[in-house]
């Protein structure tokens, strides 16, 4: 028997592509009928491996999450005399980082992430880890559920789109009436380095902020 002239259907498959599609022309482009056409199948066919656009997007998310180091929360010990050990406030930093770094890679995607894990693996086991190391730390549970929290709305609104990149690099429409946005027509060229200079100083600043609370409402 030859080889069949279209590689097998599979789920990692259609979800590469979906992905691929929502990389380059956002959420709304995915539907069975582009998804089949892109795959070179018929409609039908997806519905063995995904039964609604729902579900779809769910692993699409899912995988992209997948990509996010999650590995340091394993480095915070109960006993912090291991040679590899990490503080909370260390690990959380190290994941935003990962997490802000994927996402901005696939910002097209941030959306779908509004509902918060659901049934996706990747999701909870992040979930997991980043409670888990807190708790483990003394954070109290109810402060290191807020913690988690706070640190996720972080992340995912910083992908959310660039402020900087906003601002059109028309001069003349900040003269006079704007005056203390006489360089803002600059800022859409460098809007990249902006960007990641204000998720960093965010980043600190938010674990200034939490370690200060950490010595304040810790589990002894």
């Not at 992209?64 to 915070?76: M, N, P, Q, T, Y």
């Not at 590899?84 to 901005?104: F, I, K, N, P, Q």
């Amino acid at each position: 028997m030859g080889r069949p002239r279209q590689p097998l259907l599979s789920r990692d498959r259609i979800v590469d592509t979906a992905l691929a599609l929502v990389d380059a022309e956002g959420l709304d482009v995915v539907s069975t009928r582009r998804l089949a056409a892109e795959l070179g199948v018929s409609g039908p066919a997806l519905y063995n491996h995904f039964a609604t656009k729902d579900e779809l997007i769910d692993a699409v998310v899912d995988t992209v999450l997948g990509e996010v180091d999650i590995s340091v929360f394993a480095k915070v010990p109960a006993r912090a005399d291991r040679d590899d050990s990490m503080t909370w406030d260390e690990a959380l930093r190290v994941w935003a980082r990962s997490y802000h770094a994927v996402l901005g890679a696939h910002p097209n995607l941030v959306p779908a992430l509004a509902p918060g894990p659901a049934r996706r693996p990747n999701a909870l086991r992040m979930a997991d880890a980043v409670f888990g190391a807190l708790v483990v730390s003394g954070w109290p549970r109810a402060q290191a559920t807020r913690v988690g929290v706070l640190m996720r709305y972080f992340v995912t609104g910083s992908a959310l789109g660039s402020f900087a990149g906003g601002f059109p690099d028309d001069a003349a429409l900040y003269a006079g009436e704007y005056p203390h946005l006489d360089q803002a027509h600059l800022l859409a060229d460098a809007q990249r380095e902006i960007n990641e200079n204000a998720f960093e100083a965010g980043l600190e600043a938010l674990l200034y902020g939490l370690a200060d609370r950490y010595a304040r409402v810790r589990v002894r």
